[in-house]
């Protein structure tokens, strides 16, 4: 499956960031999300977390997942990627990667 492009620090505790994801095959097509469940999973310095992404156009292979309270308290760098669940099959992306940083005050 084909790679996510993230490139970006976010703030320690901030909410409501949007993260809109196009899943793509490694030939660059979008995967229909029909009848899938989208998975976002992170790795910190405090552990996994698994969140479910809403699926937005499972067509085209569009889901998105909205930062809530909680999800970003640890600074420092968060291994991710996205797990697409069929049910008699699941696809994972490549590893993407963002950062918290600390609030200024």
Do not use: H, P
């Amino acid at each position: 499956m084909g790679g996510v492009n993230c490139n970006m620090t976010l703030v320690q505790n901030d909410i409501g960031i949007v993260f809109n994801f196009n899943v793509k095959d490694e030939n660059n097509l979008n995967v229909d999300l029909t009848n899938a469940t989208v998975r976002l999973i992170w790795k910190n310095d405090t552990g996994k977390t698994t969140k479910t992404c809403t699926i937005v156009d499972a067509i085209n292979g569009v889901c998105r997942y909205v930062i809530v309270e909680g999800d970003l308290t640890t600074v420092g760098k968060y291994d991710c990627e996205l797990e697409v669940d069929f049910g008699t099959t699941k696809l994972t992306t490549n590893k993407f990667t963002f950062k918290v940083r600390s609030e200024l005050g």
